[in-house]
């Protein structure tokens, strides 16, 4: 499923026209970005959370020419699926 079917899916189940579906769809996602930039956590009740990781700077190998080369620190986004999400896939 990408985005389009995403935001046809919300539409279908929900009623809204799909202009309505996509700014929807849209404001979550800019929700979810916006309080992960803060460095807050996104909790959705048995769904599932985001949250940021820090990743710390490490030497790795430049894969064309095995030189080492150093990778900076940095912010990852990670997503920890719910019990609901769990038990709805298995």
Known sequence: ??????????????GLTRSDATKAVEGVFE??????????EVRMVGFGTFSVARRKASTGRNSRTGEPMQIKASNQPKFKAGKGLKDAVN
């Not at 499923?1 to 929900?14: C, E, P, R, T």
């Not at 979810?32 to 807050?40: E, R």
Request: aromatic share 0%; proline share 0%; charged share 20%.
């Open 1 to 14: 499923m990408n985005k389009n079917d995403l935001i046809s899916a919300v539409a279908d189940s929900s």
């Open 31 to 40: 929700a979810v970005t916006g309080a992960l930039q803060k460095g807050d």
